[in-house]
């Protein structure tokens, strides 16, 4: 550290105090090969060296790719408004504003958030945003039992993978049971949840569910019956998560449509551009019922001592820097500069902007999945999707490393999100966007078709996608 406001003297008094000889006894019960290793830093080099380190590392990133990938960070044409006014200097400490007599513009910010994502998900109560997608879905789960005072869990496999094992994590330190749901296998349905497994799950009374966690749409891009699953999750007591796409709201039915009591998600596509995954946005919202039970800031409208209109941080007894053995998390925090961007971005499109942005990406994929059962790639599933389906490629994951070398990146192979599940071996997860040109599908058809003939593989496309192709998908299906 540059600067450090203990002397020796006193750190050794306070050592004395605590009756040890040196810091490192305070991390005794860590087990050594758990503990932090020493931090070592190649010597200083000169501005103009490492200048030009730096740029040699920036040149190894393609930026030249044609993308098709997506499973839950998509490519969106992010308005130059939205950075223009996050460079802004009054944004550059957007941390929590626990002093409202000098944060008004930033509590208002949060407070059209929370607004606009209101508006979006069609419930009442929107936090403050969370770290992404998968910890918001995590405390989703965590809201659900603490306000059915149960301790299990069910979650779709078709919720992203990475959402699941963070799941996992936050109910298996607090002894909460998480059992999967799988997926219908097949049938014009295939690859939604089975929601007759669900229904005996839901039925087990020894022991009782408390929230049921689905995706809309799933990670393999396909709709599910979001109505009947909060069906059968209420008629068993249960909560209803919905884990849902921000863009996709603007042309589907919202959470609140179909009886969601959560809704949580990943914010990036709300003007949030694609970096190595990450600083992303957490969405979290809920019902007036759940006010309590949801964790992060909650920014009100008040009037202060002259009536003027005002806003503040609310309900703070649900923090943990109020009472923390109490608290509804203890880990999350308020992505406030990325939750500004997200409202921007919504401001500047407007509903029917936001709803031609994901018109367009599901008429492209429509297009994209004409051109890639030409080339010899049908769809796995039969079931209606928006802009984001598998397509049956042969060694898929040797197919898409060779698809980079010709400036395609094909997707995301399946097998990389699910390495323990056979059946994806060969599928490639693609999607489409507003910003997917005609020429990159081309492009990509054909170096797709070039790739399958010469590995002189391809699949039979009448027999395996005979109704998607009678029944192209997109919005209305």
């Known amino acids: 550290m540059p600067y450090g406001p203990h002397t020796p003297d006193d750190r050794a008094a306070m050592l004395a105090a605590l009756g040890i000889d040196s810091v490192d006894e305070l991390f005794a019960d860590i087990p050594p090969d758990l503990r932090a290793s020493p931090l070592r830093l190649d010597p200083p080099e000169p501005e103009l060296s490492l200048t030009t380190h730096l740029a040699a590392l920036a040149a190894r990133n393609r930026t030249d790719l044609a993308g098709f990938a997506g499973a839950g960070a998509y490519r969106h044409h992010v308005p130059p408004v939205v950075d223009q006014l996050l460079l802004r200097g009054e944004w550059y400490t957007a941390y929590t504003p626990y002093q409202p007599e000098v944060s008004q513009g930033t509590l208002q910010s949060i407070y059209e958030y929370q607004s606009l994502l209101a508006e979006l998900t069609g419930l009442d109560v929107v936090s403050a945003s969370h770290y992404d997608g998968a910890t918001a879905t995590a405390e989703a789960a965590l809201m659900a039992c603490r306000a059915t005072h149960r301790t299990r869990v069910l979650v779709s496999h078709g919720v992203h993978p990475h959402y699941r094992a963070t799941v996992a994590t936050y109910l298996d330190a607090a002894g909460i049971e998480l059992v999967e749901v799988p997926l219908v296998g097949d049938g014009p349905i295939a690859g939604t949840t089975?929601?007759?497994?669900?229904?005996?799950?839901?039925?087990?009374?020894?022991?009782?569910?408390?929230?049921?966690?689905?995706?809309?749409?799933?990670?393999?891009?396909?709709?599910?019956?979001?109505?009947d699953v909060a069906r059968l999750a209420h008629d068993a007591g249960a909560l209803f998560v919905a884990v849902v796409e921000p863009v996709s709201l603007a042309v589907l039915a919202p959470p609140g449509a179909y009886g969601a009591d959560i809704a949580a998600g990943e914010g990036q596509p709300l003007g949030i551009p694609l970096a190595y995954g990450g600083p992303y946005l957490g969405i979290l919202a809920t019902t007036t019922a759940l006010v309590r039970q949801i964790p992060g800031r909650l920014?009100?409208?008040?009037?202060?001592?002259?009536?003027?209109?005002?806003?503040?941080?609310?309900?703070?007894?649900?923090?943990?820097?109020?009472?923390?053995?109490?608290?509804?998390?203890?880990?999350?925090?308020?992505?406030?500069l990325l939750a500004l961007?997200?409202?921007?971005?919504?401001?500047?499109?407007?509903?029917?902007?936001?709803?031609?942005?994901?018109?367009?990406?599901?008429?492209?994929?429509?297009?994209?999945?004409?051109?890639?059962?030409?080339?010899?790639?049908?769809?796995?599933?039969?079931?209606?999707?928006?802009?984001?389906?598998?397509?049956?490629?042969?060694?898929?994951?040797?197919?898409?490393?060779?698809?980079?070398?010709?400036?395609?990146?094909?997707?995301?192979?399946?097998?990389?999100?699910?390495?323990?599940?056979?059946?994806?071996?060969?599928?490639?997860?693609?999607?489409?966007?507003?910003?997917?040109?005609?020429?990159?599908?081309?492009?990509?058809?054909?170096?797709?078709?070039?790739?399958?003939?010469?590995?002189?593989?391809?699949?039979?496309?009448?027999?395996?996608?005979?109704?998607?192709?009678?029944?192209?998908?997109?919005?209305?299906?």
């Not at 929601?195 to 966690?213: I, K, M, Y």
């Not at 003027?308 to 203890?330: F, G, K, P, Y």
């Open 194 to 227: 089975d929601l007759q497994a669900l229904e005996r799950l839901l039925g087990d009374e020894a022991a009782p569910v408390a929230g049921v966690l689905v995706a809309q749409p799933s990670l393999l891009g396909l709709l599910e019956p979001m109505a």
């Open 341 to 477: 961007a997200a409202s921007i971005y919504l401001a500047e499109l407007g509903p029917h902007g936001l709803r031609d942005v994901a018109a367009l990406g599901a008429q492209r994929a429509v297009e994209l999945e004409a051109a890639l059962r030409d080339a010899g790639a049908p769809r796995t599933h039969r079931a209606p999707y928006l802009n984001e389906f598998a397509v049956r490629v042969p060694d898929a994951v040797a197919v898409h490393a060779r698809l980079l070398e010709r400036g395609i990146l094909a997707g995301v192979p399946l097998a990389s999100l699910e390495p323990d599940d056979p059946s994806v071996a060969d599928a490639l997860l693609v999607c489409a966007t507003e910003v997917t040109t005609a020429d990159e599908i081309e492009r990509f058809a054909a170096a797709l078709q070039a790739e399958l003939a010469s590995g002189g593989t391809r699949p039979d496309v009448g027999n395996v996608d005979r109704q998607a192709r009678r029944e192209p998908a997109g919005v209305g299906r």
């Open 299 to 336: 920014v009100g409208e008040t009037t202060d001592a002259d009536g003027r209109r005002a806003w503040v941080m609310t309900l703070r007894a649900r923090e943990q820097d109020i009472r923390r053995e109490r608290a509804a998390s203890n880990i999350c925090t308020n992505q406030a």
